[in-house]
């Protein structure tokens, strides 16, 4: 069952404002992911997965396993993600 980020955040007992805090961005950044989860980074997702205690294909993969944003569609950040691995 897919959780939205909102259900998943609620669950985990904290507010917008909190969680934008421990993601380090500002508040509207993280509005603006709980409408459009697919705008939120890989590294960053995996980070609130963390933070609410959700499993990450949970909150990230439809009913078919698909990735709602393919890490290779963000172009940009998450050079410690991709290479830590």
């Known amino acids: 069952m897919r959780l939205t980020l909102k259900q998943a955040r609620l669950l985990a007992g904290f507010t917008q404002k909190e969680i934008a805090e421990m993601l380090g ?3 509207h950044t993280y509005m603006k992911w709980e409408r459009n989860p697919e705008e939120m ?3 960053t997702a995996k980070h609130f997965s963390k933070i609410v205690d959700a499993n990450f294909e949970n909150l ?3 009913h078919e396993s698909n990735l709602i944003r393919q890490e290779s569609d ?3 950040v ?3 993600d991709r290479t830590s691995g």
Do not use: L
């Open 60 to 62: 990230f993969f439809d």
């Open 41 to 43: 980074s890989v590294g």
């Open 74 to 76: 963000y172009k940009g």
């Open 78 to 80: 998450d050079r410690f």
């Open 25 to 27: 961005v500002h508040v």
